[in-house]
């Protein structure tokens, strides 16, 4: 079954530097791979997510890359802000199957 | 929209009492899913139903656990009897890839 690794599991980046948080996947049929922000206390939200025939996504100061070869993915954040600070999850599934693989997640804390 | 919600918000339990979490998907959503959130298992997947179905059960990890669905706009999960091991934070959501509930988090001591 498919595996997904997160990198690194936490990270502190200073008010309005870049974030990169990276995952790997194992299984090639995965064509769907969504990012989630998980705040405290609540459950975790889609921010964005990119299908296998593009490489990359960008909404505004959130851009996610893939790279289908090398089966790894990655979530880019430009000018972070206190607000950001969060735990961030990707996932892998295949579009329609319904099952989602998620990583480990990564804690982000963005420094004033 | 008031988005899923779930109930209890925090469940203490002793070890072999019977827990119930309650879920109340988006209207109009035909699909529920029920995940555990652990720190050292992450989010895992438990059941998930369309229309009310059962579709893929294989997350569940014993039956001590069980799922039901009476309703478009009711699920219920359930563990019978309840172990420390099963603490963790329960979430459920109406859309295969999205719109998760704020979860219970489950003690059991």
């Known amino acids: 079954g498919e595996n997904v690794e997160q990198h690194p599991s936490t990270l502190s980046v200073q008010e309005g530097d870049s974030a990169v948080i990276k995952c790997t996947y194992s299984d090639s049929a995965s064509n769907y791979f969504p990012w989630y922000k998980q705040e405290l206390g609540k459950g975790p939200q889609l921010i964005i997510d990119i299908r296998s025939n593009v490489g990359e996504k960008k909404d505004q100061r959130i851009a996610v890359t893939l790279n289908k070869t090398a089966k790894h993915f990655s979530l880019h954040i430009t000018e972070t802000q206190p607000e950001d600070s969060a735990v961030y999850f990707c996932?892998?599934?295949?579009?329609?199957?319904?099952?989602?693989?998620f990583g480990q997640g990564t804690r982000l804390t963005i420094n004033p | 929209d008031a988005g899923v919600i779930q109930s209890p918000r925090h469940e203490v339990t002793e070890m072999g009492q019977e827990v119930t979490l309650r879920c109340k998907p988006i209207s109009g959503h035909n699909s529920l899913f029920w995940y555990r959130q652990t720190m050292m298992r992450g989010l895992e997947l438990l059941i998930y139903f369309n229309n009310n179905v059962p579709i893929d059960d294989s997350g569940m990890p014993e039956d001590r656990f069980s799922a039901k669905m009476p309703n478009a706009s009711f699920s219920t999960l359930k563990i019978q009897p309840s172990e420390p091991r099963d603490s963790a934070v329960y979430f459920c959501?109406?859309?295969?890839?999205?719109?998760f509930g704020s979860g219970t988090r489950l003690t059991v001591v």
């Open positions: 996932a892998a599934s295949i579009w329609g199957a319904q099952k989602l693989v």
């Open positions: 959501a109406s859309r295969w890839d999205d719109a």
